[in-house]
T-cell receptor, first 113, second 116 residues
Framework: GAVVSQHPSRVICKSGTSVKIECRSLDFQATTMFWYRQFPKQSLMLMATSNEGSKATYEQGVEKDKFLINHASLTLSTLTVTSAHPEDSSFYIC?????????FGQGTRLTVV | EDKVVQSPLSLVVHEGDTVTLNCSYEVTNFRSLLWYKQEKKAPTFLFMLTSSGIEKKSGRLSSILDKKELFSILNITATQTGDSAVYLCAVEAPRYGGTSYGKLTFGQGTILTVHP
């Protein structure tokens, strides 16, 4: 079964609104989680590293004020896309480290209309 | 900057063919290389490679890593239409003195299409 649960799997929102995506680790604690974005026909690009108890670390070119990350507990990280625009439409996916590599959530397909 | 390059970017074959997908990388502090299969949703784990020259095998799929030449290949024999997907190669290369385990740098992916 899934070890990382991501919700929602699909969301449609209007331009200018905010959307929150949750990523939960099941049956294990994750002090670190990662958020990726994938545009159509492109690969996964790391957006940020979510750190429990401290600020997230953002990759170059990712706006921290637009993509708010909160690692509220050892099992939950959230990504909020603020003031969404159509160009934010994408597939967002979280992951948590495993012994080697990572467990992935199911992904969230965001469509901004 | 860590870099992972896959080739070819796309491949069209017929059922029964054998395919070889390539992945080369340039990273500091290499820890592991992973292969994933993606079909319009989250990537599905295929293999994790950490040592050179040791082939990993799962059914018709196999993979091997060359840490000297910095590349890996993924082989699929007797392809089936269900193998049609994007195959992603990723490298785990922790930064900052060994923290950030699990942070992956992905290649562009290879789009494999298998025709009946």
């Amino acid at each position: 079964g899934a070890v990382v649960s991501q919700h929602p799997s699909r969301v449609i929102c209007k331009s200018g609104t905010s959307v929150k995506i949750e990523c939960r680790s099941l049956d294990f604690q994750a002090t670190t989680m990662f958020w990726y974005r994938q545009f159509p026909k492109q690969s996964l690009m790391l957006m940020a590293t979510s750190n429990e108890g401290s600020k997230a670390t953002y990759e170059q070119g990712v706006e921290k004020d637009k993509f708010l990350i909160n690692h509220a507990s050892l099992t939950l990280s959230t990504l909020t896309v603020t003031s969404a625009h159509p160009e934010d439409s994408s597939f967002y996916i979280c992951s948590a480290p495993r012994n080697l590599g990572a467990f992935f959530g199911q992904g969230t397909r965001l469509t901004v209309v | 900057e860590d870099k992972v390059v896959q080739s070819p970017l796309s491949l069209v074959v017929h059922e029964g063919d054998t395919v070889t997908l390539n992945c080369s990388y340039e990273v500091t502090n290499f820890r592991s290389l992973l292969w994933y299969k993606q079909e319009k949703k989250a990537p599905t784990f295929l293999f994790m490679l950490t040592s050179s020259g040791i082939e990993k095998k799962s059914g018709r799929l196999s993979s091997i890593l060359d840490k000297k030449e910095l590349f890996s290949i993924l082989n699929i024999t007797a392809t089936q239409t269900g193998d049609s997907a994007v195959y992603l190669c990723a490298v785990e290369a922790p930064r900052y003195g060994g923290t950030s385990y699990g942070k992956l740098t992905f290649g562009q992916g290879t789009i494999l299409t298998v025709h009946p």
